[in-house]
DNA sequence: GTGTAATCGAGACGGTACGTCGAGTCTTGTG
DNA sequence: CACAAGACTCGACGTACCGTCTCGATTACAC
């Protein structure tokens, strides 16, 4: 991946140095190429001549596909990531957290990108990890931030279980996106933001 | 699929009939090895095998592996539901449709199985469409004839959204199972009962 | 086959009597079919369909494709076969003998199915058994009966090694269809009696 | 095939070389395996297998099995051929170039590998094209150049058609191969030399 | 500058599954 | 029995693409 290596002092490697103008160049080339088509309907060969790249490069930095588009992925899902800034109330952070997932979302085909890579984990017990600590945990992360404010505040109890709220909320973001029975729309955000915070009784309120 | 249906007075088909032995054997083969080793770890000739069939057998009845896997996945979840009577509250009613749903899914690996599927969902739409009618609507009919119960019985608001209330609790589920962040015990099914029937204030109050 | 089997004085068969218009439809469409579309062009329940037949019916009297691609060659060869009457010399004996063959040869695709039934010869050696009984002997036999009648008319030594006369005839005119390095005409043909007849002489002088 | 030559001044082509060794590998296990047992009981995964190499890279230097199969009885053949050196007569020549045919021809099941060819030819233009350049015109070349030696040496008339009598020549041969209604010896091969001399002077007079 | 050591582009290679196709056999019910 | 219908077994085909490998050419730093 690559982010996980260099420290500051670095023992200044010998010879030819990595070319970080071919290295963006590969990861937008499958950040394009992937999330357009589709994981299975673009090979390698093709990312390499669209990001005007070897195979051989490629492979050098990347142990395979799966982890060439998930980091393509988590760069560019950066790339675009908000402040994560005090908004008052829980009900406020947490609207501010999912609204811009679901525009981006629905604006591009992540479900497909996010499906072959939920898929990946299940096959490849090492990408699994990978997937679980560069991205899943990443986007808890902020989640998690905005109920231990709301704890602090005395907004909800302290002794909320974090990480199950977690689940509910994204959870059924996620089932939306994935399961594709339904669409996935802004007002939908709302509702399940509102859903988490007070359970049922929100859901006949809130309709 | 087979399930068609087919009216009870059949036009009596000539020629050779379908042998129901080797189409059981085949589901059998495949539920056995698509779970056991995963969907991309067995090929069709494997299957074949297994099933004392042959590889064009199987290709004349399913169009391809993973509608195969499907109907696999389904026969054998059908097979194993049980009765869906009134236990007499919302909670109940959810408890009982859970628990077998978090103990089957905790035994075997049923994750890859569904992860592998979902992913092909995104890959072929034709897919899709046969994987929400075969599989997700009908465990979702399920869930939904409870809280349909519960406002009959003016448990719940008559204007609650059954639909995101089954997200919420389907989504928490397939969440966990599927990004693998956290394990899946029974616990863990009843506390998201709890959840969904109350929000947060309801993750306090059971934690 | 058929005319294989059936001797005069049969046991009266019980049960119902095999179609003669089935037999004769099988052998019409596998004639049109195979000799049009090439053997491999042409699968057997295609053949079955235009004959009106079935494709166990076909197997039921003829053990395999090739059998039954010879069987209407055959079939449809004799009935275009003229007389054997002898022409008074040995030239315009042989001239009869080999037009009738350039014309039938270069006027349909007879090419491609002998190439493939001398493949099936080699590849099959109970084929070839058949091939040489029903086809190969046959034509020879004509051939083999104008130089006969050449020696007993003093014409040509008695000493002529005929079969080396036929294959010199046949072998330049199968090379030329089945090799087709150059196109067969008519003209070719009495040009390849007329070198065989020059032949003839050193063939008795070597014997 | 290979064969294009290549002027020597190469422009050292980028990338990994193919691998000669490879190549010889392939040509050989094809050379034996398609002659020992026939092309048709042959797949090619097992040539592959034989000579350590990949179904992949066999499909990526030849178009087919029957390509691979004429490159390899091509190159064998080849590496048999003696010298095309002046024997003093035509009959000398002759019989210089079709004793070793005949001992070749009579010594591996050859017929079975060019009949299987030979259908091909007929099944596929554009094999036969490749066919005919690289195989019948080859082997006809050498007998071609022994008429013409003898036309210089005054030895046959100039006016003798060669092409008839290569027809007439090579025809018998290949027909007592293919028809397999006698059987090919070194005998045989020497008296249908006398015979086309024979012929010949018969094919100057009737032009 | 020159040497060393790594990267890069090009492209061949091994491995392996896919889904298709056809020959020939078997199993029904009908005539 | 013969026959039509059509399901079944067997097994090859040629394709696709992943990830590895082998080259020569290139680039930077160290000396």
């Known amino acids: 991946m690559g982010k996980v290596a260099g420290v500051s002092s670095a023992p200044r490697p010998r010879g030819r140095p990595r070319s970080e103008k071919t290295r963006q160049a590969i990861l937008a080339a499958a950040d394009e190429l992937f999330l357009e088509h589709g994981l299975d309907a673009v090979n390698m060969d093709e990312v390499a001549e ?7 490069t490629i492979y050098r930095w990347w142990p395979s596909k799966h982890v060439l588009a998930l980091d393509a992925l988590v760069t560019a899902w950066e790339e675009a990531t908000g402040l994560d800034r005090d908004r008052g109330s829980l009900r406020a952070d947490l609207r501010a957290l999912v609204r811009p997932w679901v525009k981006r979302v629905a604006a591009r085909p992540y479900a497909r990108m996010i499906a072959a890579l939920v898929a990946e984990v299940h096959r490849d017990p090492a990408f699994g990890e990978i997937w679980r600590v560069d991205f899943v945990q990443e986007r808890r992360r902020r ?34 996106l994935l399961h594709g029975h339904e669409p996935i729309t802004e007002r939908i955000g709302d509702r399940i933001v509102d859903a988490v915070l007070g359970g049922v009784t929100e859901l006949a309120r809130s309709a």
Chains 1, 2, 3, 4 share one sequence.
Not at 151 to 170: F, K, P
Request: proline share 0%; charged share 25%; no cysteine.
């Open 50 to 56: 669209r990001a005007g790249a070897s195979n051989s």
């Open 143 to 176: 989640g998690r931030a905005a109920f231990v404010r709301a704890i602090e505040r005395g907004e909800i109890a302290a002794s909320t279980d974090v990480e199950l709220a977690l689940d509910l909320l994204y959870g059924s973001l996620y089932h939306r």
